[in-house]
C-alpha cells in the first residue's frame, strides 16, 4: 500500500492549516491562531504563532522511512477527536507465551489540539483474548513539540527506534517474570483497589461501595478470573485481566482513547509498573 493510498484508506488524507484569529466584532487577536482541518473547517485547536503543525503525510513519511530502515511494516493508524490526535502504528516482534501470542508495536502519535507533542512509543496487543496495552511514549527522548525547529529533529528519532526495540525485549521479559510469580489475594485486592481508584483502607464487601461500582467489580472480577484459569493463576493473569476488562467491558463501545491517551491508559501503566516491581 502506498502512503497516499494508506493515508485514504484511514481517514488520515487531510492538512492542517494555519488561520489568524478575530472576533465577531472583527477585533483582531494577536499571537494566535487556530489550527483548521482542510476538509471539514473544523478548528482542532488554537495555539501560539510559533505552533507548526506536522502534518499527516509527514508523520506516516516519516514511519515509511522508519521501516526502510528497521524492517517493521507500517500496520495501521487512525484518529480521535475528529483529527485532534491521530496515531499510526508499526509492526514489530512478537512473544509466544503458552497459548498467547503478544504481538509488538511501535507507535507514533501526533496531537492538534495543542497538549500533545509528536512521539513514539511502545504497545502490544495479546492475540487470544485481543487484549490491548499501551506503554507511555516516554520511554526514550522521542518527544517533539511542534515548531519550525522540529522537522530537523527527526534524524534523532531514526536514531532512536532501535532504543524503543530494545524496550520492546525488556517488556517481553517483564511478561515472562509475571507469569512466572504467582498471585496472591492480597495483591488481587491491591490491583482492584488501583484500577477503581479506591483507598487502601476501604473495604471491597457489598455494601461497603455503590451499586454501580459493586456491578463494575462483578465485571472486572469474572474478567480477571478468566484470565488466570488459563495463566497460572500469575500476575501476568492478573493484569490480562485487567487490559481484558479495560479493553472490552470497562465502557460500551471503544475504550481505545482512553487507553492510548488518557486516563485508563495511566491507571493501566501504573499497575504494571507496581507488578513489576514485584518480581
Excluded at 507507535?107 to 496487543?125: E, I, P, Q, T, Y
Aim: hydrophobic share 35%.
Amino acid at each position: 500500500m502506498t502512503q497516499k493510498e494508506m493515508l485514504a484508506s484511514k481517514g488520515l488524507d487531510w492538512r492542517v492549516s494555519k488561520e489568524p484569529i478575530q472576533t465577531v466584532s472583527g477585533i483582531y487577536i494577536p499571537d494566535q491562531i487556530a489550527l483548521v482541518r482542510e476538509d471539514t473547517q473544523a478548528v482542532l485547536g488554537i495555539h501560539t504563532e510559533g505552533y507548526d503543525p506536522y502534518q499527516n503525510e509527514e508523520l506516516l513519511d516519516l514511519l515509511y522511512k522508519i521501516s526502510n530502515q528497521s524492517g517493521l511494516e507500517v500496520h495501521t493508524g487512525g484518529c480521535f477527536q475528529g483529527g485532534k490526535l491521530v496515531w499510526f502504528q508499526l509492526k514489530s516482534d512478537e512473544y509466544t507465551l503458552g497459548t498467547d501470542k503478544i504481538r509488538g508495536f511501535i507507535s507514533g502519535m501526533n496531537g492538534f489540539n495543542g497538549r500533545h507533542s509528536l512521539a513514539f512509543g511502545n504497545s502490544n496487543v495479546t492475540i487470544s483474548c485481543m487484549n490491548t496495552f499501551w506503554r507511555a511514549y516516554r520511554q526514550v527522548e522521542t518527544r517533539l513539540r511542534h515548531s519550525a525547529q522540529m522537522r530537523p529533529k527527526i534524524d534523532e528519532i531514526l536514531r532512536r527506534i532501535d532504543v524503543l526495540l530494545e524496550e520492546e525485549k525488556k517488556g517481553f521479559d517483564e511478561i515472562r517474570r509475571l507469569n512466572e510469580t504467582p498471585m496472591t489475594p492480597e495483591v488481587r485486592e491491591l490491583v482492584t483497589k488501583m484500577l477503581f481508584s479506591l483507598d487502601k483502607e476501604e473495604k471491597l464487601a457489598v455494601g461497603e461501595l455503590s451499586t454501580n461500582k459493586q456491578n463494575k467489580m462483578i465485571r472486572f472480577n469474572a474478567d480477571v478470573d478468566m484470565e488466570l484459569s488459563t495463566k497460572d493463576r500469575s500476575l501476568w493473569g492478573l493484569f490480562s485481566g485487567v487490559t481484558r476488562y479495560t479493553t472490552h467491558d470497562m465502557k460500551k463501545g471503544d475504550n481505545s482513547e482512553s487507553k492510548m491517551f488518557g486516563r485508563t491508559g495511566g491507571i493501566e501503566r501504573k499497575i504494571y509498573k507496581e507488578l513489576v516491581e514485584m518480581v
